[in-house]
């Protein structure tokens, strides 16, 4: 805010400035209301400010102006700060300089950073602002959101959880040996425990493509941390993924990406023959018989297995998996029978990379990018309970006391 308290101090020449402008403002009969007058009276009285100053000091001369935004009791106005060439003035109605301890300008450093800004860019924004520029401090917030970021990694989760949703996510990142950018995977765990709540159990970064044996790891780490009875694991048909699943959670359902399969379906069909399936797989979708399903979906497939015998094995074997959100209440369905959860964080972790220029400079950037991901979702979407869960509190209950007792 404005220091307007001192306007009681203005100098003679300071009180002139005011007294013609609003002399001028007058004769003209403007109309253009309290905000721009409130520019044009504080940008006058800075520049007879700085005309005093200068002539106080004959060493120093005038350098200009740069802009600044400011809220004041007029609302937001633009400013052309007056500068000096020893850099030594600075007008009194201005609040005083964002310190690092003031909460200004920690939630504007915080903000740049979270914004995944590179430091050169961190460093060109303050400079426009008339801001100063200290490393160190932006260092400071970027260990602080990273050490949340490990913690994150490390956190205890809880034993029994409803779901989890798994996906990979493909990038570059820079190697801190070879200092080149080169192909990651990152594959993310988001969980609904069963009373609703939403989080990232855990995220894993592997340098190179796809691996079997990063999905014995990253369930042996979900184990290692607490998670012992998931009652569904959703994901889209990784290898490795179903065997993983079936030796480490072997009560434990697992659910293929629906809307992968019909995307498939797309990829390995001709038009008109995608279209059909398609049409008929939405109906069985709908169905609450789960297997009635599992039924009329092999039968369906049956139709098909002329043209294509190779693709509709696949399905065939798999049928039990594409359908497994059927043995729940049919209120959590569209909730579990897809990997929508985790596609959405990975396609906003995306607009993350493309802001840092279309790779993440080091792992420790992208841990900072998926922190960051992660504050905004818990203050913003996934800051309450989803309500079907709590709708269906005593079946899920009663699902857990079946399975796992």
Same mark, same amino acid.
């Given at each position: 805010?404005?220091?307007?308290?001192?306007?009681?101090?203005?100098?003679?020449?300071?009180?002139?400035?005011?007294?013609?402008?609003?002399?001028?403002?007058?004769?003209?009969?403007?109309?253009?209301?309290?905000?721009?007058?409130?520019?044009?009276?504080?940008?006058?009285?800075?520049?007879?400010?700085?005309?005093?100053?200068v002539r106080k000091n004959p060493n120093n001369k005038a350098n200009g102006f740069y802009p600044r935004t400011l809220m004041t009791g007029?609302?937001?106005?633009?400013?052309?700060?007056?500068?000096?060439?020893?850099?030594?003035f600075r007008p009194f109605l201005l609040p005083e300089k964002w310190q690092r301890g003031e909460q200004s300008y920690d939630d504007l450093?915080?903000?740049?950073?979270?914004?995944?800004?590179?430091?050169?860019?961190?460093?060109?924004?303050?400079?426009s602002l008339g801001l100063s520029y200290c490393a160190a401090e932006i260092e400071e917030i970027q260990n602080e959101i990273y050490q949340?970021?490990?913690?994150?990694?490390?956190?205890?989760?809880?034993?029994?959880?409803?779901?989890?949703?798994?996906?990979?996510?493909?990038?570059?990142?820079?190697?801190?040996?070879?200092?080149?950018?080169?192909?990651?995977?990152?594959?993310?765990?988001?969980?609904?425990?069963? $009373?609703?709540? *939403?989080?990232?159990?855990? =995220?894993?970064? #592997?340098?190179?493509?796809? &691996?079997?044996?990063?999905? %014995?790891?990253?369930?042996?780490?979900?184990?290692?941390?607490?998670?012992?009875?998931?009652?569904?694991?959703?994901?889209?048909?990784?290898?490795?993924?179903?065997?993983?699943?079936?030796?480490?959670?072997?009560?434990?359902?697992?659910?293929?990406?629906?809307?992968?399969?019909?995307?498939?379906?797309?990829?390995?069909?001709?038009?008109?023959?995608?279209?059909?399936?398609? $049409?008929?797989? *939405?109906?069985?979708?709908? =169905?609450?018989? #789960?297997?009635?399903?599992? &039924?009329?979906?092999?039968? %369906?497939?049956?139709?098909?297995?002329?043209?294509?015998?190779?693709?509709?094995?696949?399905?065939?074997?798999?049928?039990?998996?594409?359908?497994?959100?059927?043995?729940?209440?049919?209120?959590?369905?569209?909730?579990?029978?897809?990997?929508?959860?985790?596609?959405?964080?990975?396609?906003?972790?995306?607009?993350?990379?493309?802001?840092?220029?279309?790779?993440?400079?080091?792992?420790?950037?992208?841990?900072?990018?998926?922190?960051?991901?992660?504050?905004?979702?818990?203050?913003?979407?996934?800051?309450?309970?989803?309500?079907?869960?709590?709708?269906?509190?005593?079946?899920?209950?009663?699902?857990?006391?079946?399975?796992?007792?």
């Amino acid at each position: 805010m404005l220091n307007l308290q001192n306007l009681t101090n203005l100098s003679e020449e300071q009180k002139d400035s005011v007294e013609t402008i609003l002399q001028e403002i007058q004769q003209q009969q403007t109309t253009e209301g309290l905000k721009a007058i409130g520019d044009t009276i504080i940008n006058a009285l800075m520049k007879a400010e700085r005309n005093a100053f200068v002539r106080k000091n004959p060493n120093n001369k005038a350098n200009g102006f740069y802009p600044r935004t400011l809220m004041t009791g007029l609302g937001k106005i633009d400013l052309q700060i007056p500068r000096d060439r020893l850099n030594d003035f600075r007008p009194f109605l201005l609040p005083e300089k964002w310190q690092r301890g003031e909460q200004s300008y920690d939630d504007l450093l915080k903000s740049l950073v979270i914004n995944a800004y590179s430091p050169n860019k961190i460093k060109a924004i303050l400079k426009s602002l008339g801001l100063s520029y200290c490393a160190a401090e932006i260092e400071e917030i970027q260990n602080e959101i990273y050490q949340r970021s490990q913690d994150l990694k490390n956190k205890e989760l809880p034993q029994e959880v409803f779901c989890i949703y798994i996906d990979a996510y493909h990038a570059s990142i820079k190697d801190p040996e070879s200092k080149k950018v080169v192909k990651a995977v990152i594959h993310t765990v988001i969980g609904i425990d069963k $009373d609703g709540n *939403k989080s990232v159990f855990g =995220y894993y970064e #592997f340098f190179g493509s796809e &691996n079997k044996e990063h999905w %014995l790891m990253i369930l042996n780490d979900l184990i290692k941390r607490g998670m012992l009875k998931p009652a569904l694991i959703i994901s889209d048909d990784f290898p490795g993924l179903k065997e993983a699943v079936a030796v480490l959670f072997d009560k434990t359902d697992h659910q293929l990406c629906f809307i992968h399969m019909q995307r498939n379906v797309y990829k390995n069909m001709s038009k008109s023959d995608s279209k059909q399936f398609n $049409d008929t797989l *939405k109906t069985i979708r709908t =169905y609450k018989d #789960f297997d009635k399903a599992i &039924n009329d979906f092999e039968n %369906l497939a049956l139709k098909f297995k002329d043209k294509y015998p190779h693709f509709i094995d696949l399905l065939i074997q798999k049928k039990e998996l594409y359908f497994n959100f059927l043995k729940y209440p049919e209120g959590l369905h569209k909730h579990i029978y897809t990997t929508n959860p985790v596609e959405n964080f990975n396609s906003r972790l995306e607009v993350l990379r493309v802001n840092l220029g279309g790779y993440f400079q080091s792992t420790k950037t992208l841990n900072l990018a998926v922190q960051v991901l992660v504050d905004k979702l818990h203050a913003n979407v996934w800051n309450k309970k989803i309500n079907a869960f709590r709708a269906h509190e005593y079946e899920i209950y009663q699902i857990f006391r079946s399975r796992f007792s």
